[in-house]
């Protein structure tokens, strides 16, 4: 497969994570996705959309919902996610499932061509959010639904671990401070949406626990999704030495059979185009 994605870029990253993103034996991306779908409440027959799709962790659930009568369509940047998507839907004989290239930042769909558009863990990667939410506005038929997931919290051990790691990044490549979050809290996300042409109907929180085997199983975690922006910027020399200080400061999350436990809260986000929620 060729990766003609820019180098450096999200389609890139995630390109190389394909073959084994949400494979690691993780319980992540797939409970998450489950939630969205189950909180977008998609109905048999539903036309949806789920963009950013991954291998897959919003799209098979939602398919699950929408049976044969209705149409899941997953679009990805990164050709690997969608190749790799698209096989398992045809191995598990998903005749109302298609998986396109497509950028999230501006899906290339007529308008009014969904009754639900699903955006798991993705909107934050994009570079104009608010635009790509409008967009997905004018995709909904009236009474449409838009189901975006946001982080809300990561589990403290978790970010000492990311901050033990960037301490070994070259001088000249220290993580950039986090942009300004339009998805940081209840109320900036009210406004986030709103500024779009969305009424949020509601904003709901999900925790989860992820178990890991050990330090190893966590890293093999990390180089399988985003995490490895991060790692792959640790020089190589350095790369044992920054993984023994991480390992140190997930210290606080681990189990008493030498694994390690880390809880992550979500945050659901559902919404409806703003003229059809009035009328
Ligand atoms: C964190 S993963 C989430 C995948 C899936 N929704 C899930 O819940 O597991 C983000 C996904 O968005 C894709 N992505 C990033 N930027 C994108 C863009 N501009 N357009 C489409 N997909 C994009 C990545 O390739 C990756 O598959």
Known sequence: ??????????????????????????????????????????????????VGCGRGAVLFPAAEATGPTGHVTGTDLAP?????????????????????????????????????????????????????LRSYARLLRPAGRLAVSTFAAQDPAFDAAMAALAAHLPADQ????????????????????????????????????SRFRDVGHWTEWMWSHAGRALLGRVPAERLDAATADAARALDGARTPDGGLCLRTTIRITVAMPATSHQG
């Open 1 to 50: 497969m060729t990766n003609s994605a820019p180098p450096g870029s999200a389609a890139e990253l995630f390109e190389r994570a394909a073959p084994t993103y949400d494979r690691t034996g993780v319980s992540f991306f797939g409970p998450l996705g489950a939630e969205l779908v189950r909180r977008a409440d998609i109905r048999p027959g539903d036309r949806v959309l789920d």
């Open 80 to 132: 690997a996610m969608v190749t790799l998507t698209a096989e398992d839907a045809a191995r598990a004989g998903l005749t109302q499932v298609d998986v396109l290239v497509d950028d999230a930042q501006r899906p290339d769909f007529p308008p009014r061509s969904f009754d639900a558009v699903l955006a798991g863990l993705v909107v934050f990667l994009l570079p104009d959010p608010q635009q790509a």
């Open 174 to 209: 220290a993580r950039p401070a986090p942009p300004d979050d339009p998805f940081a809290d209840e109320t900036r996300i009210g406004a986030t949406m709103a500024a779009a042409g969305l009424t949020v109907t509601e904003i709901g929180k999900h925790r989860i626990e």
